[in-house]
């Protein structure tokens, strides 16, 4: 019950700065050609979660990473999870989708971070990065709370979207793998 309290008092402090990122994250993903997801870790793994349901609307989506994945261009969202901002490989993925004219929506606990200011869009979590808990009190190990707010907005988008969509679900079923 500790977690949960702690991810209620994340979504209760960012309730109002969300709403506002989510309806960014919306219209960003609405207007992409294509949407690529990118992070390392578990914040990593959070976006494969938000990668699935966004294929599940028939959206075009890539994991950053994969051998399949295309190269970026303008018309693409590159969707961001960095706790710090200032994870190398997150960064320089950003600044290439940038480069190449793709917009970009970060998720991150630092609005004033690299990776923040690079963003067409931020939405900001406010939870402890990895190693500083002192941002939000955290009990859990590491950016577990941020990761868990990740799975959360990406899943915020999902069913913004889906809502916006009209599509039933019966109708996002024929989408979902047949080779498990």
């Given at each position: 019950?500790?977690?949960?309290?702690?991810?209620?008092?994340?979504?209760?402090?960012?309730?109002?700065?969300?709403?506002?990122?989510?309806?960014?994250?919306?219209?960003?993903?609405?207007?992409?050609?294509?949407?690529?997801?990118?992070?390392?870790?578990?914040?990593?793994?959070?976006?494969?979660?938000?990668?699935?349901?966004?294929?599940?609307?028939?959206?075009?989506?890539?994991?950053?990473?994969?051998?399949?994945?295309?190269?970026?261009?303008?018309?693409?969202?590159?969707?961001?999870?960095?706790?710090?901002?200032?994870?190398?490989?997150?960064?320089?993925?950003?600044?290439?989708?940038?480069?190449?004219?793709?917009?970009l929506l970060a998720i991150t606990t630092a609005p004033g971070s690299r990776l923040a200011q690079l963003a067409d869009a931020v939405l900001v979590v406010p939870a402890a990065t990895k190693t500083d808990r002192s941002q939000l009190h955290t009990s859990q190990y590491a950016g577990s709370l941020f990761e868990q707010a990740v799975?959360?907005?990406?899943?915020?988008?999902?069913?913004?979207?889906?809502?916006?969509?009209?599509?039933?679900?019966?109708?996002?079923?024929?989408?979902?793998?047949?080779?498990?």
């Amino acid at each position: 019950m500790r977690i949960v309290s702690e991810v209620d008092e994340a979504s209760a402090l960012s309730t109002q700065d969300a709403a506002a990122g989510l309806q960014a994250a919306v219209e960003l993903t609405e207007a992409a050609r294509r949407v690529f997801v990118h992070g390392a870790g578990r914040s990593g793994l959070a976006l494969r979660m938000t990668a699935m349901r966004l294929m599940h609307l028939g959206l075009d989506v890539h994991v950053v990473g994969e051998t399949t994945t295309p190269a970026i261009s303008g018309g693409d969202l590159l969707i961001a999870a960095s706790g710090s901002g200032a994870t190398p490989g997150v960064v320089r993925a950003a600044e290439t989708a940038k480069a190449a004219g793709a917009r970009l929506l970060a998720i991150t606990t630092a609005p004033g971070s690299r990776l923040a200011q690079l963003a067409d869009a931020v939405l900001v979590v406010p939870a402890a990065t990895k190693t500083d808990r002192s941002q939000l009190h955290t009990s859990q190990y590491a950016g577990s709370l941020f990761e868990q707010a990740v799975v959360l907005l990406g899943d915020a988008l999902f069913d913004t979207l889906w809502k916006r969509s009209g599509v039933s679900a019966d109708e996002l079923w024929p989408r979902h793998t047949n080779l498990e």
